[in-house]
Structure formats: structure tokens, C-alpha cells
């Protein structure tokens, strides 16, 4: 089991372009969970997904920031027109199943640099 | 609202000294408290959580409701253990279960 994967691992993008970030759970879980880390910061929730379903995107940036988990597929997070202030490095995890006592296993996370 | 507190963010100790990593928390509920940890150039990882009750590489941490606090402690502190620490909190939450993180704590153990 390779573990949740996340890519690319970095990203660089001009303000204003589109930022796509991929995150493929580990084998058998269908809960994703994005986090954002800016610098200095600790881990921040964004948004918790189901396959094919957003189930808490309580702290999601409400303008220009979108996730999904199609049926088929990895989960995407998407950043439209990003500011520099996007910069951080974005963190996925998945669990086998909901609930406050299962164990959330991390990717590597993708560094995303806003020149 | 829940929220979690590390209140130093770095802490240098020495080879063999014991080690406490601080963590409170605040949260109406039922907690689980993990800990998790990120060595150099590796991803996150979960070293323990409250429930389990478990020592792993010679860590462990108690739940004090009273203080709600989730302090990690070392008896004696090895050069392999320097790395990220961070705290995080789970709450009875009907949507999953998104942790809520401290913002670290950077272990140096020093030869």
C-alpha cells in the first residue's frame, strides 16, 4: 500500500492562474480531508469529502476555492485566480471511516508558491 | 469552537534528558487527542492517540480533563526523536472526524 499520494509536490503559479492539486487516498478509503498549512502555522481544515460528496467545507475560503472526489479518481482541490497569499503547502489525508476515533493518514502534501 | 495550544515552539533539549511536550486544549465535548509527528523530509505521521493508552518509541501522553491538557513526555530523550510535534483534537462532530492541530513544537535533542 503506497499510502495517500499527493501531486505535484510543487507547484509554482503566477497570480491569477489556476492551481489543481491531486490527492489519491490510500487503497479502500473513501474519506478525504484537506488541509491548508501556511508559513509558520499549523495544519488548518479546509474541507472533508466522501466519495462524490462535500460533507463539511466549514473552512474553506468561501470565493475561488473548490474540492471534489468523483467516483473515479483522485480528490482535486482547485484554486482559481490565487493571490499570494495561497502560498502554503496543502496537505491531504484519508480514512478508512468517518468517525472522531479513526486515524487520518497524511500525504506528503503539495507546496504551492504564488509568484 | 474548539482549539488547541502548543505553547512553545521550539524546545532543545539533550541525549538522555527527559522531554515533555506541552499541549492544552479547549473543547465542550468528548475529546480524542492525538499526537502526531513529521521528521525531516517525511510526511505526518500519528504517533499516539489518547484512547489506545499505548507507548510508542517510549512516548506517552495522559488526557488531564481537568487542566485539558495532552502533554507528550520522554523519559529519556534520544537524538532520533528531534523532529516536528504537533497536537491535535477530534471532536464529536457529526461530519467525520477533521482534526484540529496546535501549531507545533520543534524538538532539537542535542548529542
Known amino acids: 500500500n503506497a499510502g495517500v499520494m499527493q501531486n505535484p509536490r510543487h507547484l509554482v503559479r503566477r497570480r491569477g492562474q489556476e492551481a489543481r492539486l491531486r490527492c489519491s487516498p490510500m487503497k479502500g478509503h473513501s474519506h478525504v480531508y484537506w488541509y491548508r498549512q501556511l508559513p509558520e502555522e499549523g495544519l488548518k481544515f479546509m474541507v472533508y469529502l466522501q466519495k462524490e460528496n462535500i460533507i463539511d467545507e466549514s473552512g474553506m475560503p468561501k470565493e475561488r476555492f473548490s474540492a471534489e472526489f468523483p467516483k473515479e479518481g483522485p480528490s482535486i482541490l482547485r484554486i482559481q485566480q490565487v493571490v499570494r497569499g495561497d502560498s502554503a503547502a496543502y496537505f491531504c489525508?484519508?480514512?478508512?471511516?468517518?468517525?472522531?476515533?479513526?486515524?487520518?493518514?497524511f500525504g506528503p502534501g503539495t507546496r504551492l508558491l504564488v509568484l | 469552537a474548539q482549539r488547541v495550544t502548543q505553547p512553545e515552539k521550539l524546545l532543545s533539549v539533550f541525549k538522555g534528558a527527559p522531554v515533555e511536550l506541552k499541549c492544552n486544549y479547549s473543547y465542550s465535548g468528548s475529546p480524542e487527542l492525538f499526537w502526531y509527528v513529521q521528521y525531516s523530509r517525511q510526511r505526518l505521521q500519528l504517533l499516539l492517540r489518547?484512547?489506545s493508552r499505548e507507548s510508542i518509541k517510549g512516548f506517552t501522553a495522559d488526557l488531564n480533563k481537568g487542566e485539558t491538557s495532552f502533554h507528550l513526555k520522554k523519559p529519556f530523550a534520544q537524538e532520533e526523536d528531534s523532529a516536528m510535534y504537533y497536537c491535535a483534537l477530534s471532536g464529536l462532530e457529526t461530519s467525520g472526524s477533521r482534526l484540529t492541530f496546535g501549531e507545533g513544537t520543534q524538538l532539537t535533542v542535542n548529542p
Open positions: 489518547h484512547i
Open positions: 489525508a484519508s480514512s478508512l471511516l468517518p468517525g472522531q476515533q479513526e486515524t487520518q493518514y
